[in-house]
């Protein structure tokens, strides 16, 4: 019986080391799960715009509603491409002034990508250093957070574009 009481005693001390080696990645999974629900916001926020708004900028020193989404698209290329150590994919060049079909496919095409380039993301490499903007080189873990601040900033820029036109951004409609 003391034999069966220690056999189970040490069974339930190690559940939890061995429930720690089975779970996932959590880092990563919580950035993947951020990327999916800031594209599903952003994506949304710009098939919200009527097309007549995309060159709309609430002061001469802002970026239009368009430069806003190509800016994005940009980002998302180099951004998700560091982050997952893959190389972005060829794209034919898009003006920030062109339509907004041709603006929201683009967005799309990047926030797809950034699904893919993220797929194989795990914890094990946070530390390791990838390419920032201007040549510097940052963790990954870094260019991650610098990523998911960027993907609000600009959700919170494209909702006040929109309602300053009179829509809501897709956040703030009921379900």
């Keep these: 019986m003391l034999n069966r009481a220690r056999f189970f005693t040490l069974i339930l001390a190690a559940l939890p080391s061995l429930a720690a080696a089975?779970?996932?990645?959590?880092?990563?999974?919580?950035?993947?799960?951020?990327?999916?629900?800031?594209?599903?916001?952003?994506?949304?926020?710009?098939e919200e715009m009527p097309a007549a708004n995309f060159g709309?900028?609430?002061?001469?020193?802002?970026?239009?509603?368009?430069?806003?989404?190509?800016?994005?698209?940009?980002?998302?290329?180099?951004?998700?491409?560091?982050?997952?150590?893959?190389?972005?994919?060829?794209?034919?060049?898009?003006?920030d002034t062109a339509a907004k079909a041709a603006l929201v496919a683009r967005l799309k095409e990047t926030f797809k990508f950034c699904e893919e380039a993220l797929d194989k993301l795990d914890d094990s490499k946070l530390g390791e250093e990838v390419p920032f903007f201007g040549g510097k080189m940052m963790t990954r873990a870094a260019v991650m957070t610098v990523t998911t601040g960027d993907w609000a900033d600009h959700y919170s820029q494209a909702a006040i574009y929109l309602r300053l036109n009179g829509h809501l951004p897709p956040t703030a409609k009921k379900p």
Aim: with cysteine; hydrophobic share 50%; glycine share 10%.
């Design 22 to 46: 089975q779970a996932p990645a959590p880092v990563a999974k919580a950035f993947r799960d951020d990327a999916t629900a800031k594209a599903r916001n952003l994506i949304a926020a710009a």
């Design 56 to 95: 709309f900028k609430p002061t001469p020193g802002q970026m239009t509603f368009g430069s806003v989404v190509m800016h994005l698209a940009q980002g998302n290329d180099f951004l998700c491409g560091a982050i997952g150590g893959v190389k972005a994919p060829a794209r034919t060049k898009v003006a």
